[in-house]
């Protein structure tokens, strides 16, 4: 059963002249429950895309269906409703929220869902990605790998059916990739959450089932990995 399915989808934005294509006739369906990693160098449009698939941004031309529902067929509204109900999203810049403390920026997902006991169950997801001491610190007053971390826990904390991370990685040690990468992988495997990772590390991407390259705004190839046990 497809949770994701992206159909002829394009972005374009405008600038001097003519407009920059950075999307174009990309395709590709997610089963529920799969891991999946989308690389391709740099500017090949894998924020974009993720962006896109998540509902955060329109496409130019093409869908998205999530789980079912059209965004074309959406107001901004309705994208950020389904987004609290289905999504957890890490930005590749992180994307706290300044004037919140580490705790209360993982709090907001919960807070929005109207859920209870968000201090305590925020605290734990804190917890869970070494950060509990640092709950009522600024953004400011944290590392980059820290705020990453931070990220991670609040969009982990709506229990996301899909999971979007751009480089969630990117600003951590070996050690402290290696506890995240668990983090998404039991995510996925525990609670079935969809995982869908953009990466530069071949070996990090080597871990989910299914690997889509990104060239220049296309699928340059899409590619199932034969899982290997016992390595
Ligand atoms: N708002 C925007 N306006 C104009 N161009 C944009 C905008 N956002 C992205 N781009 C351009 O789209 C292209 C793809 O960007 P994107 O961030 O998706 O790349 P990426 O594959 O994620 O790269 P990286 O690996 O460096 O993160 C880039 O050339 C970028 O400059
Ligand atoms: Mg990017």
Redesign the pocket.
Known sequence: MGILTVANLGKSYPSAGHPLTVLKGVNFDITAGSSVAIVGP?GSG??TLLGLCAGLDRSTTGNVVLNGVDFNNLGEDERAKVRNQYVGFIF?NFQLLPTLTALENVMVPLELRGETNIKARSLALLDKVGLAERANHYPTQLSGGEQQRVSLARAFSNSPQILFA??PTGNLDTETGEKVEQLLFDLNKDAGTTLIL?THDLELASKTERIIRLKSGEVWSDEPIALQHGQ
């Open positions: 740099s894998k924020t590749q751009d480089e953009v």
